[in-house]
């Protein structure tokens, strides 16, 4: 009997995105009605969804390595911050 092919991750929805992305507008401009006057492309977006997609694959594969490294299997919030840490504090090569 033939195995099925393994699950694909569902994909992020590019509303939350796109929402995410005017609320950032929002806050910069100050302003409710100034900031409608600006939009988000659907490119935009999907390019947002994308980088965070791989932002939290990495942060997902820093975040083991720590956990491994101390003897554990379950990442924890601490985990996180640290892995986040690596990226944007000290970086990643």
Known sequence: M???PAARPRELPLEPIHRLLKAGIEEF???PK????YRVGRDAAERCRDIVVRLVKL???LAISIVTSEGRKTIKDRDVDRAFSQIFVKGVS
Not at 34 to 37: G, L, N, P, R
């Open 29 to 31: 401009v100050g302003d």
């Open 2 to 4: 033939a195995e099925k």
């Open 34 to 37: 100034k900031a409608a006057e």
């Open 59 to 61: 942060i997902g594969k």
